[in-house]
């Protein structure tokens, strides 16, 4: 299975077709694929999705808010049809930088986002919270099944007692380089089991399996590294935007107290939304869900469609 072909082919898990395509740069050199997606001149949100994933993982989001938002999603460097980093390999400034370069080279001069971030891609925000590329496009953000620090430990992908053994179990699980195969009916149970409700219908496990095969298992392995050893409590309170959190009540991979710690370290946090039996996955598990936080914020926080740098330039030409 390519890379290019992961993703369902029809149907409401399948990527929409972009607009527009471009390649971002980072600051190694890193070469990023980008999609745009919806009218150029609607309310501007930003997309990053999270370990072993892809844009594609946004296809259900997309079709929500693509009518009406201005939607930029990017793979992380490594994943889906981003290629294997430059010299800053894998790391949490490795993802600071190429968000920071995202925010830079997809939106216009002036114009302000909604920054979205569910996992890993939570943990880009984190990890770009003191860059002044996030303080000064991202007019809000959405930290979406998401944890800052003690990812191992808290975890309950093992049924074991929390304690050493579970830990240790599951900093193996996340490094391994171990293939996971085609997509096969055991595959999927186990996917259904790590990171999604019981209620997942067959078509979102199905959907979401292809994604996650797809990603070479040394961008796995390496990511699940940095994750292992992630430590971004000190960067919550510098998220000084307007935040909201979202979480799945029955997310085993960054559990509910991850979400509550975030809440209480924001320092303008708008709300947490709670899904009742949902796993990791909430953005396929419950599209419309997490699209109504982030059209709520879009409304709230958004910016007129004109970009800031071309409405003063208007404002000043007008008056001379």
Known sequence: MSRRSAALASGPYAPPVPDRELTVVSADGSRLHAELHGPEDAPAVVLAHGWTCSTAFWAPVLRILGADHR????????????????????????????????????????RRAVVVGHSLGGMTLLAAAGRPQLRERAAAVVLCSTGAARLVDRARVVPLRAGRLRSRVQRAVLGSRAPL?????????VLRYVTMGRGAEPVMVEACARIVHACPRTVRAAWGQVLAE???????????M??????????????????????????????????????HMTPVEDPAAVGAVIRGLTATYGQPAEPVAEAAADAEEQTT
């Not at 930029?72 to 600071?96: C, E, F, K, M, N």
């Not at 195969?181 to 149970?189: A, I, N, Q, S, Y």
């Not at 992630?230 to 000084?240: G, H, M, P, S, V």
């Open 181 to 189: 195969g085609p997509v096969t009916p055991l595959g999927k149970r």
């Open 71 to 110: 939607v930029v999603v990017y793979d992380q460097r490594g994943h889906g049809r981003s290629p294997a980093p430059g010299p800053g390999g894998y790391g949490t400034q490795a993802l600071a930088d190429d968000l920071a370069a995202v925010l830079d080279q997809s939106l216009p001069p002036g």
């Open 242 to 279: 307007p935040a909201a959190v979202i979480v799945g009540t029955a997310d085993r991979l960054t559990p509910p107290e991850h979400a509550h710690a975030l809440v209480a370290g924001l320092p303008r946090c708008t709300g947490l939304t709670e899904l009742p039996g949902l796993g």
């Open 230 to 240: 992630l430590d971004l409590e000190t960067r919550i309170a510098e998220l000084t």
